[in-house]
């Protein structure tokens, strides 16, 4: 045996080199990582608000501050307050049928719960103008009662509805199932009734699961832009929410205004990833395990 | 009720089951079965050469062809680059990275409008991106791609990130101690297990770019026959009260749509048993 095999044989190589990447490896694979993620996403969030203040911030203040662009805020912010509570109620119903009871047909309901994230916003809107439009199901019986939905709130609030359907069920009920049911079987032996076990057992155990699907609800709800476009009729001032807004100020040329009130939404899009920050780590400082959020989206 | 007792497998004490699951399947009824079936319905009324001709037009098979092909596009490269950016994110260690990895869920959280202009401005001719480019990108095909890239850049990170996470250390060693090269570890070890997860991101990005319409009308330049998308040919025919028109393409997509839904299904099934869970 030659000195410098049996040095080989000494020394063999540490098992971290031999499951890891060499350093030039691994600087390539950070810098194409990294390169890709700053021209498709850095760079775009920092442009809407260098966009934003380009013309100054007198031109921002009056661009988020004209009545249009108000009445578009107050809109969105009500779509949002009406929509987002209700698909929470959903959510909850939803994932405690799931979670808690064994029944025939719940993978196709399941399925039948993520459908609105297949489906077109566009084609949701439609949907919504084929029922309750003036040539649909409901149109003429609506005419006649004096009742407006299409090209109103209550079409804004369907076509928001069905697209955030999933979000906070999605969230809630792989975290129910995996918790299982003694704790509420336990509460029931000892005599709990059915909503102070929901209350006092079931809530306090999900509750940030519940906050993070109810964030991402919002975030959509607020921004959903083509289900909405179809059934809002655009009326400045009265059916606009704030991406038909941006879009009617951007198809005008005023590029500073539309980006103003875009970043607006921008910032909520970034207050939402860091509650959705802070709610994750609270969840695995908990140790319960949280859906992914390819399933919520 | 005897309906909720007969869906029932097995007693259990809890109660709540009849309010909850009706609840459940009102609610979904009301708000989504009903008026999707109302598009199904509608083309009933349409005469099959009038559908076929309806959704066979020249300019709805090149919105067709401009649709898929990009968001197969836009797909693919979300699965090279997806697959690059999860890889960085479990295994290696660098300054920002947690930064890095909150900010890629940033698709799914900005409004689809918000990225649209944005993305339409930094690639324009004079934007900070497109000038420094030899081709068109806004107002082109290319634009529709790019856009679509945005919208599905999280889905694959996404779902691989939880396989890689698992993934044993152990089978790596194995294969080094038996004398594979990383390379050849990679290739024939790693890239096997994370296949359903990348193929499970590959079909989600893929839909949700089929469906896509709020950023890519602004980057699009939205010319008939080049670079129009299906979803906006649905607005258009809408806007004309071609309300047959605008259902017999819109069933069209909520059949791809269901047939993605259904693939996404078996591909989910296909990790889980991968992870045997």
């Known amino acids: ?76 912010l009500i779509a949002a307050a009406i929509s987002v509570p209700l698909n929470l109620v959903f959510g909850v119903a939803a994932a405690w049928a799931i979670a808690k009871f064994e029944f025939r047909g719940k993978n196709l309901l ?188 | 009720m005897p309906f909720s007792r007969a869906l029932r497998k097995r007693h259990s004490v809890l109660p709540g089951f009849d309010l909850a699951l009706g ?3 009102l609610y979904l009824s009301f708000i989504v079965l009903v008026p999707l079936s109302a598009a199904f319905l509608k ?33 693919f490269v979300n699965a090279c680059f997806g697959l690059v950016v999860c890889w960085v994110l479990v295994r290696y260690d ?22 649209g202009i944005a993305l339409t401005a930094l690639y324009s001719g004079n934007g900070w991106i497109g000038r420094w480019l030899p081709f068109k990108v806004s107002f082109t095909p290319a634009g529709v791609w790019v856009a679509l890239t945005f919208i599905g850049l999280p889905f694959v990170v996404r779902t691989l990130q939880p396989v890689l996470e698992d993934l044993q250390k152990e089978v790596e060693e194995a294969a080094a101690i038996l004398g594979a090269t990383r390379l050849q570890t990679f ?18 990005a893929f839909a949700r770019a089929l469906g896509e319409y709020g950023s890519v009308i602004f980057i699009a330049g939205n010319l008939p026959l080049i670079s129009e998308i299906t979803p906006l040919l649905i607005i258009t025919k809408l806007e004309q009260y071609d309300y047959t028109g605008a259902t017999a393409i819109a069933v069209v997509m909520l059949v791809a749509a269901f047939v993605l839904l259904l693939a996404i299904n078996a591909l989910q099934a296909w990790t889980r048993a991968r992870q045997g869970r």
């Open chain 1, 110 to 297: 399941l399925t039948l719960i993520d459908l609105p994230f297949s489906v077109s916003p566009v084609v949701a809107g439609l949907v919504f103008v084929l029922v309750f439009g003036l040539q649909g199901w409901f149109g003429g019986w609506l005419r006649e009662h004096d009742l407006k939905i299409i090209f109103a709130l209550p079409g804004i609030v369907l076509a928001t509805l069905f697209i955030t359907v999933p979000f906070v069920a999605r969230e809630l009920i792989p975290l129910m199932q995996a918790q299982g049911t003694e704790q509420e079987e336990a509460a029931r032996v000892l005599g709990a009734g059915g909503w102070q076990i929901f209350f006092r057992i079931t809530l306090p155990n999900v509750k940030w699961a519940l906050l993070y699907g109810v964030i991402l609800c919002n975030a959509r709800a607020m921004g959903e832009f083509g289900a909405v476009s179809v059934v809002s009729g655009h009326i400045r001032g009265r059916t606009n929410t704030m991406p038909l807004h941006i879009e009617i100020l951007y198809n005008e040329y005023q590029f500073a205004a539309a980006f103003a009130v875009a970043s607006l939404l921008a910032g909520l899009a970034l207050v939402t990833l860091v509650l959705k920050y802070v709610v994750e780590r609270r969840i695995a400082a908990y140790g319960r395990p949280i859906a992914s959020m390819e399933q919520s989206s």
């Open chain 2, 23 to 25: 609840f459940t399947l």
């Open chain 2, 94 to 115: 660098f300054p920002g990275r947690r930064l890095v990895d909150a900010l890629v869920d940033l698709p799914f959280a900005l409004p689809t409008a918000v990225a």
């Open chain 2, 187 to 204: 290739s024939r070890v790693i890239l096997p297990i994370l296949t359903p997860a990348l193929l499970t991101g590959f079909a989600l």
């Open chain 2, 43 to 75: 083309t009933f009324t349409m005469s099959w050469p009038a559908f076929w001709d309806a959704v066979t037009s020249e300019r709805v098979v090149a919105s067709y062809r401009l649709t898929f092909g990009a968001s197969l596009g836009a797909a």
């Open chain 1, 1 to 76: 045996m030659t000195a410098a095999t049996a040095a080989r044989l000494q020394a063999p190589r540490r098992v971290g080199d031999a499951t890891g990447e060499p350093t030039w490896v691994r600087r390539l694979l950070i810098g194409v990582a990294l390169g890709f993620l700053t021209l498709f996403l850095f760079v775009p969030l920092a442009a809407v608000f260098v966009e934003a203040l380009k013309k100054g911030l007198d031109v921002y203040w009056a661009a988020i501050t004209e009545p249009d662009a108000l009445s578009a805020i107050r809109l969105t």
